[in-house]
């Protein structure tokens, strides 16, 4: 996988917190459309969609290495976001 920058993660946190409201809105639409298949199907459908998205990322020519270290870092970042969403749940409680 790519190492990124310093410079580089400061603009990609700035532009998911500049994008905060939309991203929300973006993943609760999509989230509706699932709400009646099987948990099952439920977890399919969204594998689908993270194999197209990390395809449609990649460049076609660089194989499928880059294609498992984007995969790789998708799977870091929801570890981060359930770890966050939990740390919050548990301060409601």
């Not at 920058?5 to 999509?30: F, W």
């Not at 439920?42 to 984007?70: E, F, H, N, S, Y």
Request: net charge negative; charged share 25%.
């Amino acid at each position: 996988m790519r190492e990124i920058t310093n410079e580089q993660a400061a603009e990609i946190v700035a532009i998911v917190e500049r994008e905060r409201p939309q991203i929300d809105r973006a993943a609760t639409k999509m989230l509706r459309q699932l709400a009646g298949l099987d948990p099952v199907s439920q977890k399919q459908a969204i594998c689908q969609v993270l194999a197209i998205w990390i395809r449609a990322m990649g460049d076609i020519d660089d194989g499928l290495d880059p294609a498992i270290g984007l995969s790789a870092a998708m799977h870091h970042q929801v570890d981060l976001n359930l770890a966050a969403s939990f740390a919050v749940g548990s301060r409601k409680h």
